[in-house]
């Protein structure tokens, strides 16, 4: 073998991926808004994993900036709400997408909501295209419907782009069967079926969005991202977080 080639240990498990991180995610410390040292600290984790040979798709939520779903249940339209939460999810795309090109990746963002000035269009061609000339794709404003999560947006995403594995990013390292910031004796699942998921009513995605993946057999990893390195370990199929997947398909 020659003494560049990675051994099988060393190569990454998943070859084409889509990172779900929530718009809280890159508020940091901070309690709203966006903190530029954290997405600096998540495009340069991104730049490594595609510096690996891995096709990198990303889906980002708006709640940092606005969350629909809060805004209807103090009595603004659920649909006017979601299309603002919509509009979020594309401010962070396009702060994600100057963070990785500062960091020397290529990037597009591709838009559910046609803003053509700022952002491609969603077609699903095309952000293949994209993929196999190695450029990380981010999409923007969810599904470009109201009243479905950005969590069902990266399942449908995924599904579309073919990736391997659907890995969701979170404040915490896994699923629990309760709120482990709430309850010391709380208890973490190293593996979970969908079935599992949807049955316990575990908040790991909305149910529609799990019970896409079960149908098209779409694993999931749920991981910690405030710890550094862990998008890396989840791609190289370290055993972190949690996996959300059929009963035959193994760690």
Do not use: W
Not at 64 to 89: K, P, V
Not at 163 to 177: F, H, P, Q
Request: glycine share 8%; charged share 25%.
């Amino acid at each position: 073998m020659p003494e560049d080639a990675a051994s099988p240990s060393q190569r990454p498990r998943y070859r084409r991926i889509l990172l779900k991180l929530s718009g809280e995610a890159l508020m940091g410390e901070g309690g709203f808004g966006i903190d530029t040292v954290t997405l600096g600290r998540i495009a340069e984790e991104v730049k490594e994993v595609h510096a690996l040979g891995v096709d990198v798709a990303l889906v980002i939520g708006g709640g940092n900036i606005f969350r629909g779903l809060a805004a209807s249940a103090h009595g603004m339209d659920r649909a006017s709400a979601d299309y603002m939460g919509m509009l979020a999810t594309v401010m962070n795309s396009i702060a994600m997408q100057d963070a990785l090109e500062r960091a020397g990746v290529d990037t597009r963002v591709q838009s559910a909501i046609e803003i053509r000035e700022v952002c491609e269009p969603y077609i699903r061609r095309r952000a293949v295209r994209h993929l196999e000339k190695r450029r990380v794709v981010i999409f923007a404003a969810g599904t470009g419907n109201p009243y479905f999560t950005t969590d069902t947006a990266a399942s449908l995403r995924a599904m579309e782009i073919h990736a391997d594995v659907l890995l969701k990013a979170t404040r915490v390292d896994g699923v629990y069967d309760r709120d482990p910031r709430r309850f010391s004796d709380a208890k973490r699942f190293v593996r979970l079926t969908y079935l599992d998921v949807l049955q316990r009513n575990l908040q790991v995605m909305d149910s529609t969005a799990i019970s896409l993946c079960r149908d098209n057999r779409l694993s999931i990893v749920v991981f910690d991202m405030r710890q550094s390195g862990n998008i890396r370990r989840a791609v190289m199929g370290e055993d972190i977080g949690t996996l959300v997947a059929d009963d035959d398909v193994a760690r």
